[in-house]
């Protein structure tokens, strides 16, 4: 069923956060972590998780509709052990940690939660076509 | 058959101060304990600022999440999940040798060295004259207590309008430490409207914490390094094991770990403990005079029940109410990292309604900082990407309130102890906790009132979260002091009752828990209790 190894999908998480590959060591630690080692997946949970990986461009909408519907799943538990991962990489620390930014960085803030909430509703019709017609 | 004089079983807050009461007073003094240790990831982190490690580590991740991702809590969340990788020792072996059946109430027990003082918040509080009372403590001898154990600890605080609840009339304590700047804000907002809290019962000051602002022997004084959920490297936070480690040096003093207190049996002349070795699973009986309990509030109800072989006996429980509620402060918003900061809670507020230091709420203010993201980014209801752009902006602002509750007993809070073949032990502590409506309501009213006084200072709370009862990680009750004499209470002196030899250290003889930080009067209460135990009353 999982045609990724856990390499290839600590890339395809990774760029989703980063917009690029992620450098050797987090996809290194990813792999070790192995965040579906406490994993009970549901038949769903694959065909979303092999529908992501195999078209990278719906991981933000399907993200973003599983927080608002059901956020405790495979995918988003996936992405979050990723997000953990690049948070404790030097290399990434400056996406995390809070920097100074003046009033006008609102209007981004504003526009960063309108797209997240745009994202989940096209996410959840995708989550409903891809649970209905597998992930072809 | 050796007979040893005095035992002490365990080596969390209260049985490390029992034991060194014992030790200084020049009697024989042996430490039994499971003792479970960690030197995986505390050996390898650096002597430095948070910041600083992660901007340079690249060995971060292994004692930030662990290497199997241990630190990364996913799913329904168990107290004590939200625990860092180098304090997950405290939870080892417990839910083998330690289990529990309840559908409603989630403790969180210890059998780590040091016990649960290991992930203690260093929250000092001494009890109200009226709060003594209520427990069934003595409010001169409490008084002499807490300033011997202040000493002993090392306590930082301040002179404000929350020593009443805090310091107390504790008179030689060392300066609190610098706020940062999140809370810095919200305490001059309260100083300007100071008179509009108190009319509502409200007061706010500075925590006095268990840590050294100034250095005190070999402990350094805080170095607002932000590294507290991780790290003791320079000892500025009390922890129990400091006062171990410094015990062993001690020629009366013995401490034997890897074991497992079972049960007691009181002979003539002495006591037979029964324990098991953790590692081989096999039976080791030691023979003592006195024995001193100080395994915390469940475990000592699981050995008194099981040493009394009474079936079907019920004995209550006490716990604080709990919730966490994160709230920003905008004025906050958008500032960068700081360098030098606290973990520990760095405000506390008090609802005290009626004025007269009586069923008093307590509310702890904590920044967010060295816990990184990740913790609290699953909370928000966006994509993890679009959520890390607005956190990330949101962080500086973000303080979060553990609030507490008083307590009183009720019918419907009990334990149990029930067989289980399946435990190690043939036996499982089956705990019902239930709050009635009012008790709710109570609490739910109380909330709000926290909330709006915080809204009143620029600060607004987002969410409450409720982790579930037994979650404040504060117990007491199950063993009640009162002077009958009956069988599963225990005496004014700490003396088991129906024993002659048996003493109780931790909170099982409370009668009451108020809802201030609770380790200062239970430190205390174990100094008492081992005094008492050297007298032959």
């Known amino acids: 069923m999982n045609d990724f190894s856990l390499r290839q999908e600590a890339q395809v998480y990774g760029k989703y956060f980063l917009d690029k590959l992620p450098n050797e060591q987090t996809i290194e630690i990813y792999a070790q972590t192995n965040p579906h080692k406490t994993s009970s997946t549901s038949a769903n949970d694959q065909k979303i998780i092999q529908f992501a990986l195999h078209h990278p461009w719906s991981i933000g909408f399907l993200d973003a509709a599983q927080a608002l519907v059901k956020s405790n799943t495979e995918l988003r538990k996936r992405l979050y052990f990723m997000f953990a991962i690049l948070e404790s990489r030097p290399e990434y620390c400056s996406l995390f940690l809070p920097t100074k930014r003046n009033w006008l960085y609102l209007f981004f803030i504003f526009y960063s939660g309108a797209r997240s909430i745009f994202k989940a509703f096209f996410g959840i019709i995708l989550l409903k076509i891809i649970t209905r017609h597998g992930n072809s | 058959m050796e007979i040893l004089d005095y035992v002490v079983i365990g080596s969390g807050c209260t049985g490390a101060m029992a034991a060194q009461t014992l030790v200084e007073s020049g009697v024989h003094v042996t430490l039994l304990d499971a003792g479970a240790d960690e030197s995986k990831y505390s050996s390898i982190i650096p002597d430095k600022d948070y910041l600083s490690i992660r901007k340079t580590e690249q060995e971060q991740y292994r004692y930030l999440i662990g290497d199997a991702g241990e630190g990364i809590a996913w799913g329904g969340i168990k107290t004590g999940e939200h625990l860092t990788p180098s304090r997950k020792h405290i939870l080892k072996w417990v839910d083998d040798l330690l289990p529990i059946e309840s559908q409603t109430f989630f403790p969180m027990e210890s059998l780590a060295y040091g016990g649960l003082g290991c992930a203690w918040g260093l929250g000092c509080c001494q009890f109200s004259d009226v709060e003594l009372q209520a427990v069934g403590l003595n409010k001169s001898a409490m008084q002499t207590a807490y300033n011997t154990i202040a000493k002993r600890i090392g306590i930082c605080g301040a002179q404000d309008d929350a020593s009443p609840y805090t310091i107390g009339e504790l008179k030689d304590f060392q300066t609190a430490p610098v706020m940062d700047r999140n809370h810095s804000l919200l305490y001059q907002n309260y100083q300007q409207k100071k008179k509009s809290f108190s009319k509502h019962g409200f007061y706010m000051g500075r925590p006095a914490l268990a840590l050294l602002t100034q250095s005190q022997e070999n402990r350094k004084a805080y170095a607002y390094k932000d590294m507290d959920f991780y790290s003791d490297n320079d000892e500025s936070a009390y922890r129990p094991w400091i006062t171990i480690n410094k015990l062993k040096k001690e020629n009366n003093f013995q401490y034997i770990n890897g074991l497992l207190f079972i049960k007691f049996k009181e002979q003539t002349d002495h006591i037979d403990i029964h324990c098991l070795e953790i590692e081989t699973n ?154 009635d409506d009012l008790e709710k309501n109570k609490i739910s009213a109380r909330e709000k009132k926290f909330k709006s006084r915080l809204r009143a200072l620029g600060a607004y709370a987002i969410k409450s979260i409720n982790p579930g009862s037994g979650s404040s990680i504060h117990y007491a009750g199950s063993l009640p002091m009162d002077t009958s004499g009956n069988l599963f209470t225990t005496l004014p002196n700490g003396k088991l009752a129906g024993t002659k030899n048996i003493f109780i250290a931790d909170g099982s003889g409370f009668n009451y828990l108020p809802a201030k930080s609770l380790t200062w009067s239970l430190m205390a209460n174990a100094h008492l209790t081992a005094l008492n135990s050297l007298k032959n009353e």
Not at chain 2, 319 to 335: E, L, R
Not at chain 2, 398 to 412: F, R, W
């Open chain 2, 282 to 435: 096999t039976p080791k009986i030691f023979h003592c005079k006195k024995l001193i309990l100080a395994t915390g509030v469940l475990g000592s109800a699981r050995i008194v029940l099981r040493s009394f072989e009474e079936q079907h006996k019920t004995l209550p429980i006490l716990t604080n109410a709990y919730s966490y509620i994160p709230c920003v402060q905008p004025a906050m918003f958008g500032k960068e990292a700081e360098k030098h900061k606290l973990g520990f809670a760095q405000l506390s507020i008090f609802h005290d309604e009626n004025g007269d230091n009586m069923d008093v709420a307590m509310g702890s203010i904590y920044s967010y900082q060295s816990l990184m993201l990740f913790r609290i980014i699953k909370e928000a209801p966006l994509n993890f990407a679009d959520a890390r752009i607005i956190m990330r902006y949101l962080m500086s602002g973000i303080l979060i309130m553990g609030l507490h509750h008083p307590e009183n007993k009720s019918a419907t809070k009990y334990v149990e102890l029930i067989h289980d073949m399946n435990a190690i032990t043939g036996d499982k502590l089956k705990i019902n906790y239930v709050l």
